[in-house]
C-alpha cells in the first residue's frame, strides 16, 4: 500500500535500488541534488542534470517533459553523501511558477516498475519556480525518503546558495542545468569557492530527522534548544515575553562557532562511538550515542539532541496533520450527504455518513501508527543517549553529577548548558533536553509571576517565588561546574534579602564575586563596575588592543542574577540594566533576571526592549513554548535537583576546591 505523505513526514526504505517517479501538468526539469551529513552542497558533483546526468549512484533524466523517472542506487552513492534531493525546475520559456499549473506529484519505488511505497503531492505552491520534492537520507546506517515541498521564487540558484554554494558557483551551475550555457562550459572547480559553513545536525531548521531549507524568520522569542528547532539556520528576533515565547533553531544571526572548538588540521577528532549490533531484519537501526557529526563526543551529543528534537517536532506535526485532513475530509463529505436530497429522501445518508467516519478512522489510525513507531524509535534513543551525556547536559539525578571522575574541574568550557526539558502531550514522558548554547547570547529570565501561565496559578505566592530563585541558583551551580576554575565571576542583586535563603549555598560556599548586594546603594555600585567593565572592554576591542584594559578589570565571564527586580531600582539603575542585557553579551556580561513583570508594569513601555531581550522561563511544567516553525506549544520542565539531594552542596565544594586550587 502507497503511503502518501505530508510534508514533514518520512517513511523507511529498505532497498538500495530505488525509483523516483515524477508526474506534473507542465514540462519541467527534474534534477537530483547531493549533499552531505549538514544539507551542504561541497565541490564538484553535487548535481544531476540534463548536461551531466549521471552522478555515482544517482542517474537524472535528460530533457524537461511533464513526466520523469530518476533511477538511484543508494549502495553506490558516496560515504560523504547523507542526502539525495529530487528538485522539480520549470525551465526558461515554460511556466512561470508553479502555483499556475497542476500541483506535481513525486512518488517512491524500490525497484524498477514496481508499486509505489510513499508518494507526496507538491500543494500550497504559488511564486515558486524551483522546489526541493523529495529527500533521501540516511538515518543510523538506514536510508529514508522525506516529503520537503520547499520552494525557492528566485529559482535554482536560489536553491544552490541555500545548500551553502558560493553565489558565482551556484549561478553557473544553475546556467548549465537549465540549458543557458553548454555544461562543458563550466567547471566547478574552476569557480572561486568558499569552504561551506559548518552547521550541526540540530542546528538547522525544520528538520526531520535532518533539515530542510530555511523558514522565513518567525517573530518572537527563540529558544536556542538549535541553535539555526529546538533548529539553524534560522533565527528570529526576540518576542515579547509574555504569553507564548517561540521556539526555533537559536539565538537570531550569530557565530555559533565555540570559541574553544578544536579547529587545526593536525589534531584529531575523538574516535567515533561504537556501532551498535546489527537490527534484526524488519527492526530499525538500534539507536548509539554520540552518532551524530561533530569533532568532540560532546559536540555529536549536542547535536544528537538537537536532531531528537527535531525528530519528535516533525513526527508529531505530520500526525497532526494528517489529523486535521481527515478530519476536515470527514465534516466535508459529512455535508455533503446531509445536502442531497437523494440521501436524506432515500434514508441513504446513514451509509454514507458511515463510510465517511470509517474513511477517517481509517487515516487517523494509519498515522498513529507511524507517530507510534516514530516515537518509540525516539524512546529507545533517548533511553541510549540520556545516561551518555555530560555535566553540562546532563539532568540534576544523573550519575554523572554524584562523583566520579567526570565530575572533577573541566579544561575547557562546554557547548551548551541544559535549561530543562521539552515534551509534547502526545508522548509526555520523552522529554528531550533543552539546551542553550555557551558562551550566552541572550539573558534568561525566570518568571516567578502568578499570571505567567495557568501552572503559576495554582501555586501559592511565596512556594512559587521561593521555586524561581532555587531553579536560579541551580542554574548558576551548573555553570560554574562546567566552567574551566576561575572562567566565570557570579554577581548576585538581592536588594530585600528576599531571597536569602536560596542563595545560602552559593555564599556559604563562597563562590561569588562578593556578598550579594542589598539595598539602592548594593545596586547602583553592582551595575556601576559591570557597566564600566562592559564600556572598557568595548573600547579596547574597537582600539584592537584588548590586552591594554586596566588591572582591575576582571577579564573572565560575568554573569549577573538579579533577583526581585524592580526592587531597589531607580530610573539610572534600570537604564543600566537595559544597557548590559543590550551590550553586555558581547563582551562576556550575562544577566540572569528572577522577576515578575507585572511588579515592573509602573514603568510601562519602557521595560518592553528589555523583557524581550531575554529568554523567558518558568520555574514550573508549563506549555509557554510556541513554535511558529510547526505550530507547537511545547511543554517546558525545569531542571531541578531531586528532593532531599545534597547534588548542589557537593558540587559547589568541589567548585570552591578547584578555585582554591588554582589561586
Known sequence: MTAELVRGQNHPVSRSRVEVRVSAGTPLLALASLADEQGRFAGDGVLAHPGAPDLPGVRAPGAVADRHTLA???????????????????????????????????????????????????????????????????????????????????????????????????????????????????TLAALPTAPAPTVPRGLRAPRDPESTPRQPTPPPDPIPVAGAPYSGTAGSAPGAGDGADTVVGGPPTI??????????????????????????????????????????????????????????????????????????????????????????????????????????????????????????????????????????????????????????????????????????????????????????????????????????????????????????????????????????????????????????????????????????AGVTRTLAELTRRVDLVQMALRAGAPEDLPPDVDRAEQLLVVHDFPHGFDDRAVTQLRYLADEGPAVGVHLLMVADRDEASAYGPLLDPLWRSLLRLSPVPDSHLADPWVHHCWTFTPDLPPQGSAVLEQTLARVAASRRGGR
Not at 446 to 456: C, L, P
Open 72 to 186: 538511484l542506487d543508494l549502495d553506490a552513492v558516496p560515504a560523504r553523501v547523507h542526502r539525495i534531493g529530487v528538485l522539480l525546475v520549470l525551465p526558461p520559456g515554460g511556466a512561470p511558477r508553479f502555483g499556475s499549473v497542476p500541483a506535481p506529484h513525486v512518488a517512491v519505488a524500490e525497484e524498477a516498475g514496481g508499486p509505489d511505497i510513499a508518494g507526496f503531492t507538491l500543494t500550497g505552491l504559488d511564486a515558486e519556480t524551483a522546489v526541493v520534492a523529495l529527500e533521501l537520507y540516511r538515518r543510523q546506517g538506514a536510508w529514508k525518503v522525506r516529503a520537503v515541498g520547499q520552494g525557492y521564487a528566485a529559482g535554482l540558484e536560489a536553491l544552490l546558495t541555500d545548500g551553502g554554494l558560493p553565489a558565482p558557483q551556484a549561478s553557473g551551475l544553475a546556467s548549465a542545468a537549465l540549458g543557458l550555457v553548454p555544461s562543458g562550459d563550466i
Open 255 to 520: 557565530d555559533y562557532a565555540h570559541p574553544r572548538r578544536r579547529r587545526t588540521s593536525t589534531e584529531a577528532p575523538e574516535p567515533a562511538p561504537r556501532a551498535a549490533p546489527a537490527a534484526e531484519p524488519g527492526q530499525p537501526p538500534r539507536p548509539v550515542a554520540g552518532d551524530a557529526s561533530g569533532w568532540s563526543m560532546d559536540e555529536r551529543l549536542y547535536n544528537q539532541v538537537w536532531g531528537m528534537f527535531e525528530d519528535l517536532a516533525r513526527t508529531v506535526a505530520a500526525y497532526r496533520s494528517a489529523v486535521e485532513f481527515a478530519d476536515q475530509r470527514l465534516d466535508r463529505e459529512l455535508d455533503a450527504a446531509l445536502s442531497d436530497p437523494r440521501h436524506r429522501l432515500g434514508g441513504a445518508d446513514g451509509g454514507a455518513r458511515d463510510v465517511a467516519r470509517a474513511r477517517h478512522d481509517d487515516l487517523v489510525a494509519q498515522a498513529r501508527a507511524v507517530l507510534d513507531r516514530d516515537l518509540a524509535q525516539l524512546v529507545a534513543e533517548s533511553e541510549v543517549v540520556e545516561p551518555a551525556l555530560p555535566g553540562a547536559y546532563a539532568r540534576w539525578d544523573n550519575p554523572v553529577w554524584h562523583g566520579g571522575p567526570a565530575t572533577g574541574t573541566p579544561e575547557e568550557g562546554p557547548l551548551a548548558l541544559r535549561l530543562g526539558d521539552l515534551s509534547l502531550p502526545e508522548r509526555p514522558d520523552l522529554r528531550i533536553p533543552m539546551l542553550m548554547r555557551l558562551p550566552l547570547e541572550r539573558g534568561l529570565w525566570i518568571d516567578n509571576g502568578r499570571t505567567g501561565s495557568e501552572a503559576a496559578m495554582t501555586m501559592d505566592t511565596d512556594r512559587l517565588r521561593r521555586a524561581a530563585m532555587d531553579m536560579a541558583v541551580a542554574h548558576v551551580v551548573r555553570v560554574l561546574a562546567v566552567q574551566p576554575a576561575g572562567q566565570l565571576s557570579v554577581h548576585v542583586i538581592d536588594a530585600a534579602g528576599a531571597g536569602a535563603a536560596s542563595l545560602a549555598p552559593l555564599v556559604r560556599a563562597g563562590v561569588l564575586a562578593a556578598p550579594p548586594a542589598a539595598g539602592a
